[in-house]
């Protein structure tokens, strides 16, 4: 039987603060053996130390998830399921395979997670896996995280309801500046106050629920038939499944909206060298996030349609949820909701934020990206300012550089696709790790008919884009498959970076790149690759 390393594959029992002292009182031969498997090149103290230490607890934890979860998608999306659709019941059966979808790959990430209890998430679990050629798959996963991990779409959904609230018709170049304050405002927040920024997200995830509660709760009060606006409450569920779609283009389209919607249930992976007892509380908290989020996404939809017809919901566009308030309070309720959800969006971004700069860190760490110390740094108060700064480069040009309209759409469907390569690539790793190294200390262990649902779910999610829609159009004028290839394009792109630059090069050159570990003045490790002249034989 191998021997492994706990403080590496996680044991399920409490981290101290310090790994470095954990690891001295339990030194001997099986873990100096188990430390040289380390997961990428530096070691597991190594990853963990500097920044803010482990400040997370179990609440802020869950927040993270829930906070990350509920965006807008609840708000809007159950209007184009619908009309996809083209029934309530096929709408709520699609609400209720999106959340078992999340739960099989939430139990999929929870296993690497256990195993390798620290911040980056899937750069951790890919490099686990597929080791050689070396740094390809770091590479291949720091191109569509870096380039596409952007959050624009957040910060216009913010200007829109905003403006929607108010009233106001302004130029599209008022709405990007408006959103580009957001971006700016998260951005400092998170780097000169991070634990505020950590204390406001919980306040805007805590309004989200309460938010949704309330919808529940009163489309409760208009099945009980007590809302005169709605003389027949119980309309929509006679025939629940009548005027069905049978195309299954429209059932993917609807999937892809219904998971986006879903997106976020393993937030806390990119964020577990901050989390205090991260095995245990990773375990019990994204459970409870998912679950929190999947009863009220379900009840959030059963209300909207107490309220409004299918034929209704489908045609509310992307105010479902402002014209749930209309159908039952009125036009001054549709506008104060408009004002939650633009606060809604807000804490969208923030959360995204705040895990994204912290992949980006990890990355940076590894010494694939260009001036790694800087990018790794925690100077001056012990955020990745640095991360978050790489963070909101490329979510400020797709803002300012991007035309809204189709342009916009196709960017933010390009998001979508290399994540579910990604996603793919993960799953089928866990299945190769379990023959590997089967008798690896796993603390918590997915079903393995769960996994295999996942990655069918993934596998569909990658040639979907390329089933032909009904008269050959996507949600864009340009070509339904094109958001798919561009993305395919970005991850073969990232494959001859790394041939480029990590193998011809270095052989034309006549050197080799050996990395370095180095120490930075807030106790943060990173590698740095040098370049040391040799001579290959041919």
């Not at 340009?478 to 001859?496: D, E, R």
Request: proline share 5%.
């Amino acid at each position: 039987m191998p021997s492994h390393d706990s403080s590496l594959y996680g044991n399920g029992k409490e981290l101290e603060p310090s790994v470095e002292a954990d690891l001295a009182q339990r030194e001997d031969s099986d873990i100096q053996e188990a430390r040289q498997k380390h997961v990428g090149e530096l070691a597991f103290d190594e990853y963990t130390s500097g920044g803010l230490g482990r400040h997370l607890g179990f609440l802020s934890t869950t927040f993270l998830v829930v906070g990350r979860i509920i965006g807008t998608g609840i708000f809007s999306t159950p209007s184009s399921v619908t009309a996809e659709l083209g029934s309530v019941g096929a709408s709520l059966m699609f609400w209720v395979l999106g959340f078992f979808l999340a739960a099989a790959g939430l139990c999929v990430w929870l296993e690497f997670a256990s195993m390798i209890p620290r911040s980056g998430g899937e750069k951790n679990y890919l490099e686990a896996v597929y080791k050689k050629p070396k740094l390809l798959i770091t590479i291949f996963f720091a191109v569509q995280a870096i380039a596409l991990g952007f959050t624009a779409s957040g910060c216009v959904v913010f200007a829109q309801y905003i403006l929607t609230a108010a009233d106001v018709a302004v130029t599209e170049w008022a709405k990007r500046g408006i959103a580009i304050g957001v971006i700016v405002f998260i951005t400092l927040f998170h780097t000169f106050l991070p634990k505020w920024g950590v204390r406001g997200m919980n306040v805007i995830t805590g309004m989200k629920i309460i938010i949704l509660l309330f919808i529940v709760v009163t489309g409760w009060v208009v099945l009980g038939g007590h809302v005169k606006s709605v003389p027949d409450p119980h309309a929509s569920f006679r025939n629940a499944f009548a005027g069905s779609s049978h195309s299954g283009n429209l059932y993917a389209s609807a999937l892809f909206k219904v998971l986006n919607s879903y997106a976020g249930w393993n937030n806390a992976m990119y964020v577990l060298n901050e989390v205090k007892n991260p095995v245990r509380t990773v375990k019990i908290a994204g459970p409870l996030g998912l679950l929190i989020c999947g009863i009220l996404y379900i009840f959030a939809n059963i209300a909207y349609y107490a309220a409004a017809t299918p034929k209704e919901i489908a045609a509310s566009g992307v105010t479902v949820a402002g014209y749930f308030m209309y159908k039952v309070f009125g036009h001054a309720a549709q506008r104060a909701l408009s004002v939650l959800l633009a606060i809604s969006a807000f804490g969208n971004v923030l959360t995204v934020t705040f895990a994204q700069s912290r992949v980006n860190q990890e990355l940076a760490k590894e010494g694939v990206i260009p001036f790694p110390k800087f990018w790794a740094s925690n100077w001056p108060f012990g955020s990745p300012s640095a991360g978050l700064l790489l963070h909101f480069i490329p979510s400020f040009i797709v803002i300012v550089a991007i035309p809204f309209g189709d342009a916009y759409n196709f960017i933010l469907d390009l998001e979508g696709y290399p994540g579910s390569v990604v996603n793919f690539l993960v799953v089928s790793g866990l299945f190769y790790l379990r023959f590997k190294e089967p008798h690896t200390h796993r603390p918590f262990k997915v079903w393995w008919p769960v996994a295999a649902f996942f990655m069918a779910a993934q596998a569909f999610q990658l040639v979907a884009p390329f089933l032909r829609p009904p008269g050959g159009k996507g949600d864009t004028s340009l070509p339904y498959w094109l958001y798919a290839v561009v993305g395919i394009a970005i991850l073969a792109a990232s494959i001859v970076y790394w041939f480029v630059w990590w193998v011809a090069l270095p052989r034309l050159g006549r050197y080799t790149l050996e990395p370095r570990h180095e120490s930075l003045k807030d106790g943060t490790h990173v590698v740095v690759y040098k370049s040391v002249k040799t001579s290959f034989r041919s």
